[in-house]
């Protein structure tokens, strides 16, 4: 009988703790997550301004590749600053349900 009321009170103690650690672990993912596609889209960024400049004084012949690096990094750029800002916003999400 005693080991039926510690069984149930160790399933309702799971049941309580066990989700109000991992809400708030979710969140913290999200944050280090989003953090971490930011600084990377800050550097691609600086790569993006960088082959901006080179297309810029680029001849006629070089200028195709160059626009062609250009707007790969501008995409990732975009692409990993989009994922970096829904992170921290999905966190913000979890953090107030």
Known sequence: MAKRVTA?????????????ILKPLRSLWNEVIGFLFLCLATA??????????????ATPAEAPGELLRLS??????????????????????????
């Open 44 to 57: 691609f960024g600086f790569y993006t301004a960088r082959y901006a400049r080179q297309y810029a004084h």
């Open 8 to 20: 149930q009170h160790g399933y309702q103690f799971v049941k309580h703790v066990v989700p109000a």
């Open 72 to 97: 790969m990094a501008g995409f990732c750029t975009l692409v990993l600053a989009w994922y970096g800002i829904s992170s921290f916003l999905k966190a913000r999400k979890i953090s107030r349900s």
